[in-house]
């Protein structure tokens, strides 16, 4: 039972009249169904007998139940398999008893669902058809930037919203435990299509899409030949923001799916990412540690390391082997890898993680280097505050220095071991000379982070935060349930259908992670009852009397 009263439906045995209620009452929560029925309504015209909201219920159950989304198997539930009371819940007007009727009802419910995608379509393009380059353009709509500006947010708003409705199911507690560590990745939705030939000079039949190209990972680099392997598809990139722990944390709630959006593989991955966490930001969540990678890294600042800043978040990242080393520089202060230095920082410190990365320096060594820097690392003085400006000041400097330099004379006793700047600037900089610096959010934002590259707090946050990431994505991609790596199981076309269907299998994984976690977490309580019943003495038989 939820902390508002959902209760969740068993796990397999098809889809009863239980998990009709709780997937109507899910799309219901989501609010979206509404809003949709009065973006299709006219004034003239034949009423639609089918609404959008039965339509929506058929698929969820579908996903619920690991089955494909098909249009003909929702048609077949709604008008052939539910109970008279379950048909009432969505509203569906009667039943199909034959085969001319069943195609009446498919009829409809093919009609409800492309009705459904055209409110919130971003793209013109046609769809279902190989199509020669010049008569692709010529059978495109016209849309207007801003058109697909708007129709895109729409989508993305029903598909958040239906997100949300699924985190809803979560108790209040279970609310309460997530602290706003969130993973940020983008992952591979193939479609139904054969991708675009030129040897033909056909489109896809699928023109919404693009080529997904990944390098194989670490398990396989190289081919039967030796050659570099990598993995195409022609599909769409879902940009999703994941629940995570805190670092070192135990596990105290599900790790669910908790914002989406669709995009062409490449297309402005970092502007993706920032509404992703828009959105997230604006349903209510915390906004807390944010771990990506090196793709949203790449970003151009203003696209998405600062806004993710404005939101709350704090990112934790890797960087590309030309991304490393100083990275700014501002008022004599440099960045290194994420963090701010004392211009004195010696240039083996700066230049560790290069050396760890072509092999010249062993991994002991590495890490002795990063714990060299922390001496020499800025301290905080102020800030950063609302505006994101920031102050900081030498780590020679103050009552307690962190570094002795022989421009800072009050740092150069007592000698107690503390590290030394050997080559400190010839001309003293601002760093060097006053009590501290301001630092603007726009300097070196793309590669700031708060915790020091490669050390262990860094280490333990961002192995936790893609880790959960990458799970969640694994999750929904597991041929036996949601199967979302599987094209062949959503074949209608265009943007807007795969976005819901994606949107629907993420909400089927989201309930079966918590049905998961609370199995799990009852087993738990029930093996340490059964433990303690089993202790045949215990420390208060030994009190004193009186």
């Known amino acids: 039972m939820s902390g508002d009263g959902l209760t969740l439906p068993p796990a397999g045995g098809g889809v009863s009249d239980q998990t009709v209620a709780f997937a109507a009452g899910l799309t219901g929560r989501s609010g979206e169904a509404p809003v949709i029925e009065a973006a299709l309504a006219h004034r003239t015209g034949r009423p639609r007998p089918l609404p959008v909201r039965a339509v929506l219920t058929a698929l969820l159950c579908l996903a619920l139940d690991d089955r494909p989304l098909f249009l003909t198997d929702a048609t077949r539930l709604l008008f052939c398999q539910l109970s008279g009371a379950s048909r009432r819940l969505p509203g569906v007007p009667g039943t199909a008893t034959t085969e001319r009727a069943f195609l009446a009802a498919y009829r409809r419910v093919r009609y409800c669902f492309g009705a459904i995608g055209s409110v919130m379509d971003p793209s013109p393009l046609p769809k279902n058809r190989r199509l020669t380059q010049d008569d692709l353009k010529a059978r495109a709509r016209k849309m207007a930037p801003a058109q697909a500006e708007a129709a895109r947010g729409r989508l993305e708003a029903f598909l958040n919203a239906l997100i949300e409705a699924s985190i809803s199911v979560l108790t209040c507690e279970e609310r309460a435990a997530f602290d706003g560590c969130t993973g940020l990745d983008a992952t591979s939705v193939p479609l139904y299509s054969r991708g675009p030939s030129r040897r033909t000079g056909l489109c896809a039949s699928d023109p919404d899409g693009g080529w997904y190209v990944r390098e194989g990972d670490h398990r396989e680099r190289e081919d039967d030949k030796g050659r570099p392997l990598r993995k195409i598809s022609w599909a769409l990139e879902a940009t999703i923001a994941t629940m995570a722990r805190p670092p070192g944390a135990p596990p105290a709630h599900p790790d669910l799916a908790i914002g989406l959006a669709l995009t062409r593989p490449g297309e402005d991955p970092g502007g993706t990412g920032a509404r992703v966490l828009a959105s997230v930001a604006a349903r209510g969540h915390k906004a807390g540690w944010l771990g990506y990678d090196r793709a949203y890294t790449a970003a151009l600042p203003g696209r998405f390391q600062l806004p993710a800043r404005?939101?709350?978040?704090?990112?934790?990242?890797?960087?590309?082997?030309?991304?490393?080393?100083?990275?700014?520089?501002?008022?004599?202060?440099?960045?290194?890898?994420?963090?701010?230095?004392?211009?004195?920082?010696?240039?083996?410190?700066?230049?560790?993680?290069?050396?760890?990365?072509?092999?010249?320096?062993?991994?002991?060594?590495?890490?002795?280097?990063?714990?060299?820097?922390?001496?020499?690392?800025?301290?905080?003085?102020?800030?950063?505050?609302?505006?994101?400006?920031?102050?900081?000041?030498?780590p020679a400097a103050g009552k307690h220095p962190r570094l002795i330099c022989p421009l800072r004379q009050a740092s150069l006793s007592p000698r107690d071991g503390r590290a030394k700047a050997l080559q400190p600037p010839p001309e003293p900089t601002k760093i060097c000379t006053q009590s501290a610096i301001t630092i603007a959010p726009g300097i070196g934002a793309r590669y700031r982070q708060d915790l020091p590259y490669a050390s262990p707090a860094w280490h333990q946050c961002y192995a936790a935060l893609r880790n959960t990431t990458e799970g969640l994505n694994g999750y929904a991609k597991d041929p036996a349930h949601q199967a979302l790596a599987q094209p062949g199981r959503r074949r209608v076309r265009g943007i807007a259908a795969q976005s819901i269907f994606t949107a629907l299998l993420l909400m089927a994984a989201n309930i079966r992670k918590i049905r998961a976690w609370r199995a799990l977490t009852a087993s738990d309580q029930a093996g340490i009852t059964r433990r303690a019943r089993r202790r045949r003495t215990s420390l208060r038989d030994y009190l004193p009397d009186g």
């Open 310 to 394: 404005a939101l709350g978040y704090r990112p934790v990242m890797d960087y590309r082997i030309d991304q490393l080393g100083i990275q700014a520089s501002t008022g004599g202060a440099i960045l290194v890898e994420g963090s701010w230095y004392c211009p004195a920082l010696p240039g083996p410190l700066i230049t560790a993680t290069t050396g760890l990365r072509d092999h010249a320096i062993t991994r002991d060594l590495y890490d002795q280097q990063i714990t060299a820097r922390r001496p020499y690392q800025l301290k905080r003085k102020d800030g950063p505050g609302a505006d994101g400006y920031q102050r900081l000041s030498c």
